[in-house]
């Protein structure tokens, strides 16, 4: 089982980058794929989310609601992120996870997701 983010890199204020999450090795059916974000010396805090099967429900932290979208690509495996009029708050390592529940309480509880992937670091200069 594995989840590979790549995305990240360097962006102004501003700005615009889109974060990738492969997916494989299992089936994901009834798992949530989420995106969290961890700034230094910070918590890690929920993003977005989306079921993998279905219909898409998608969940946002208020504090990226109306610059992000979350999505998915089943045919792909992947799940993206697409993160638009970046602020410098929003610099840290994002990582994708799979999580076996839904709703948008559950959703956003990290230590229900039980599959993690290696974070992609994301900078927004000002």
């Known amino acids: 089982v594995q989840l590979q983010a790549s995305g990240g890199g360097l962006v102004q204020a501003g700005g615009s980058a889109r974060l990738s999450c492969a997916v494989s090795?299992?089936?994901?059916?009834?798992?949530?794929m989420g995106w969290f974000r961890q700034a230094p010396g910070k918590e890690r805090d929920f993003v977005a989310s989306i079921n993998w099967t279905g219909g898409a429900y998608a969940y946002y932290a208020d504090f990226v609601k109306g610059r992000f979208t979350i999505s998915r690509d089943n045919a792909k495996n992947t799940v993206y992120l697409q993160m638009n009029s970046l602020k410098p708050e929003d610099t840290g390592v994002y990582y994708c996870?799979?999580?076996?529940?839904?709703?948008?309480?559950?959703?956003?509880?990290?230590?229900?997701?039980?599959?993690w992937g290696q974070g992609t670091l994301v900078t927004v200069s000002s």
């Open positions: 090795g299992r089936t994901f059916s009834g798992y949530t």
């Open positions: 996870a799979a999580a076996p529940v839904e709703g948008e309480m559950l959703v956003k509880m990290v230590s229900l997701y039980t599959i």
